[in-house]
């Protein structure tokens, strides 16, 4: 098995190199159908044709090839984990075929083929560390002494800052972007291998894998330079390309050894550290922006809108939102220690340290920038920075000083439909302006009722929200009817507009009169049972009548 496996690794890097040459003679439409070519399993061999049907049967061949080692080792191999890392290369080069595919049928979509030229690597390299664990002498072999914290943590980093470089590489590749962006990243990997280097010179297990590391870096950065300067030269950009994959694939192994062996303590810390960051991004909140950004982006589509756009829309948009929570709750992690309802969060609890949360927002917010810069348009760029400086700048430190954050806050909150319809039509209109007063209108009684129920919290951190400054509730109930009563005007306005039919204009007739009665209610009693409904019947609101809108749109 261990033979077949390296025999699979191999002939996966020989597809990669046919993926390159496809890629470097401009022959990815070469055949114009798929999963044939040309209706045939054997075309002409010619011209660009002969690039791209070899790279489908050498596709063909390591995807049987690669089902059979995950069949193998779902019979033989006793490891749980060793299985599912053949279960994982089995479902990625799955999903590889589709790509291609899409890749062709699309008419080379830059998304589409970015995600294309990336998991090639991915699937090569799991295929590797399968052949080293398969190994006979893996059960014998042991690291000579156990290698500190810092060499694991910039292990994985290493994995993960040629991951960055081989995405950036392809959007620079078939999107021709980015190439500042390649070049920082280059001297971020160059500089973070050489630390590695130094910290593993005297670790006889891992010296000389990590040295041939620091060799195949230098003959990228020779190749990838001497490439730009000569990007028609087929060999020379191929070349780039494999041996990217190559330093991936033995970062990978790197990262087998230096982690074999690690204490369950160690990795129950990992899986804690893995959560933590993501309980940072506050994912509830994220995905509700999200949602209204899918709506947004379905809502300004027309029949010219690339529908493949709203992938990277989405992506951006997420990773935008997730910064920016991670940011608010750097900045707020003083009052989230004395809020029962957030001392829990990873800041306030100790499991991340400030720098991390800071350093993990900024990186994951200018992550999303980029990616709607790159692949979206420079419009919804700027709606996304407006929600992520409004957010920051604005609505967190005016939480201390004014009632009206509330109000400030739900600007934020009412952008994300405007970064998708912008993404998908590229500019604003009154019916997109009509959406995000929706957004606004809906997030003021949903975000009262919230500081209703938990006044005694935002109290005790210094916050000085409307139920804090009004313990009598008056204001807050008066607030919550009319924002409740203008949201049930202006969803009208779609159907007023022209955009949505009588569904939809029925549904939110009826849906925004509920949500109104609950807010009537709620203010009558100034009780946290009748807020707390208020909250939930907001959050059952907003997604029924995105949908609602939608389906009269897109399908009545």
Known sequence: MHRFAQLTALATFI??????????????????????????????????????HTHRVIAGIVALMIGALAMWLRVREPRRWVRRLGYGALAAVVTQAVLGGLTVLFLLPPMISVAHACLGPLVFSTLACLAVTLSPTWSEKRLDISPPRSMRVMSLGLVGMTVFQLLVGAVLRHAGHALWLHLVGAVLLTMLMMRLWWHTRRQQSTRHLVTGLVMLLGAQLALGFLAWGHRDHVLMTTAHQAIGALVLALACVLVLKIWRGAARDTIYEIRNTLKAYWNLTKPRVTMMGLLTTAVGFLMGSTIFTDAWRLLPTLLGAWWVGSGANA?????ERE?????ERTKGRPLPSGRLRPWQALVFGVATAAMGLGCLWLFVNTLSTWCAAATLVIYLNVYTPMKRRS??????????????????????????????WVLCAMLFLWQLPHFLAIAWVHRDDYRRAGFRMLSVVDPSGQSTSRQMMLSGFALLVTSLLPSVLGVTGALYFLAALGMGSWLLLTAWRAALGHSDAGAQRLFLASIGYLPLVLFIMVVDKTLL
């Not at 940011?327 to 900045?331: A, E, K, R, S, T």
């Not at 009052?335 to 809020?339: C, R, V």
């Open 15 to 52: 597809l990669l190199i046919a993926g390159g040459l496809v890629t470097s003679t401009d022959s990815g439409l070469a055949v114009p159908d798929w999963p044939l070519s040309y209706g045939t399993l054997f075309p002409p061999m010619v011209g660009g044709i002969r690039y791209e």
């Open 335 to 339: 009052a989230d220690a004395l809020m």
């Open 403 to 432: 009632s009206l954050c509330t109000l400030v806050g739900a600007i934020p909150g009412a952008l994300p439909p405007l970064i998708g319809w912008t993404a998908a039509s590229g500019s604003l209109s009154l019916e997109a």
């Open 327 to 331: 940011l608010n709750q750097w900045y």
